[in-house]
């Protein structure tokens, strides 16, 4: 800002936008700036205010408080804020949604800036007017932004097309939780970076079933994926535990039959099983 320019300052999120001319500009911390109010109301009032209560140029004060109306009204859940749904949304954008067509909007729990509405409408395998139907929906420069009925409609979509991706990062966090539920965790200190941390295995454990981002997140990003195909997935997991243990079974017989010296039987086994899952996996 330049000393003689007018400003739309605004002293609380709820206020108008009042018209100030910058008079002076501070020179010590924190940083402050003197202004006078235009409006005849105010009778000439001056005071030093902090300069991030200055919100944008006079002369684009209407477009800057439509534009703030706009995302006030697509913000229709804002109770989604610090809830599981905010960080399952986020885990799927992370693992299923392109940047480049999609991200959630900062600062706007369950709002999603479309960049590609085309693309997305694809990706998803649904009609495009889908995501441009809702009434509070507008055209950003970030984008599309829609409320959360429609980002709800991306998600869950998302969840059920490609319900194996998804369901194999759920796992994958709870191999990881139930790993440190049983070992316990390091991590980094924040204020002493050449400090360790330990967590506690029960603390582990009693987080993750606290916090909104563990096993209420997980639980909520298979309810997305759909009944049916958390179950396949589970008759999966189950069906793989089974072929490895089926595995080791054999490979032990095996290797019983040559302590007897049972060569003949023991290559006639090995010759029609082929080879072990856990040598396959080594090999590759």
Do not use: N
Request: aromatic share 10%.
């Amino acid at each position: 800002m330049e000393i003689g320019e007018r400003w739309g300052y605004r002293a609380h999120s709820v206020d108008s936008l009042v018209e100030v001319e910058v008079l002076k500009i501070g020179t010590q911390k924190p940083p402050r700036t003197l202004v006078r109010f235009i409006d005849e109301q105010f009778e000439g009032r001056q005071e030093w205010i902090p300069p991030a209560r200055l919100k944008v140029i006079w002369k684009d004060a209407v477009e800057f408080e439509a534009r703030e109306a706009r995302w006030d009204r697509v913000d229709t859940h804002p109770g989604l804020e610090g809830a599981p749904v905010e960080f399952a949304i986020d885990e799927v954008f992370r693992t299923l949604i392109d940047d480049e067509l999609a991200s959630p909007a900062y600062g706007y729990t369950g709002v999603t800036a479309v960049k590609d509405v085309a693309g997305l409408a694809g990706y998803l395998q649904i009609d495009e007017s889908l995501l441009r139907d809702a009434p509070e929906s507008f055209d950003d420069e970030d984008g599309w932004i829609v409320p959360w009925a429609t980002t709800e409609l991306i998600v869950r979509t998302a969840c059920t097309l490609y319900s194996d991706k998804m369901l194999h990062e759920v796992e994958k966090q709870e191999s990881e939780v139930q790993l440190e539920s049983t070992h316990g965790r390091w991590y980094k200190s924040y204020f002493h970076k050449d400090e360790d941390i330990f967590v506690t295995p029960e603390e582990v454990a009693s987080s993750d079933f606290e916090e909104p981002y563990g096993k209420r997140c997980r639980d909520l990003l298979r309810q997305w994926c759909g009944a049916e195909t958390v179950a396949r997935q589970d008759e999966l997991k189950a069906l793989r535990q089974e072929v490895v243990r089926l595995d080791e079974l054999v490979t032990h017989a095996i290797r019983v039959l040559r302590t007897a010296k049972l060569t003949t039987q023991a290559d006639d086994i090995q010759r029609r099983f082929g080879v072990p899952i856990m040598q396959a996996r080594k090999s590759r």
